[in-house]
């Protein structure tokens, strides 16, 4: 494997308000504090986090990791449900993109049952809390080793 691997974790609208926004659903602690739990759980792995509320931004992330990173974690919260200019910026970058979400899509309201970014990504962890974005991790990391493997 590669000494450091860099991944990017990428949020959508209303993210910023973890911890505030929705408890019931999202939890009480911001993302900033979970961001600080999990870099400091990898050491080894040179980890970024950004969120915008705004589409574009969000692209222009995309395009700006997604020819260096090893791997984009994205949760397009809402945008998940409807942009297809983020499902096509995952198409036109070579790094691998893991889908996220927080809540379990799949149990909630049937507009939340579309992803139009899932089928542009290497796969989708949703219903663990803020542990799906452990688990995301866990999945670059698998699929880098496998990359260096074949
Ligand atoms: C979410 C699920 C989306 O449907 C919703 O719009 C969000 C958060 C999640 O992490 O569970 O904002 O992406």
Do not use: W
Request: charged share 20%; hydrophobic share 40%.
């Amino acid at each position: 494997m590669k000494e450091t691997l860099k991944m990017h974790i990428i949020n959508g609208p209303n993210l910023n308000l973890l911890g505030i926004r929705e408890k019931s659903i999202y939890g009480d602690i911001s993302f900033k504090k979970y961001f600080i739990i999990l870099s400091n759980r990898y050491p080894n792995i040179d980890l970024k986090y950004f969120q915008s509320n705004s589409e574009g931004e969000i692209i222009n992330k995309i395009q700006e990791a997604g020819f260096s990173s090893d791997g984009i974690i994205l949760n397009a919260a809402a945008y998940t449900h409807t942009s297809i200019a983020i499902a096509d910026s995952i198409a036109a970058i070579t790094t691998p993109v893991v889908e996220v979400h927080i809540s379990n899509i799949a149990k909630r309201e049937s507009y939340r049952h579309q992803s139009y970014i899932a089928p542009n990504c290497i796969g989708s962890i949703f219903g663990f809390g803020l542990d799906s974005y452990r688990l995301a991790i866990e999945a670059i990391i698998e699929q880098a080793n496998l990359k260096v493997k074949s």
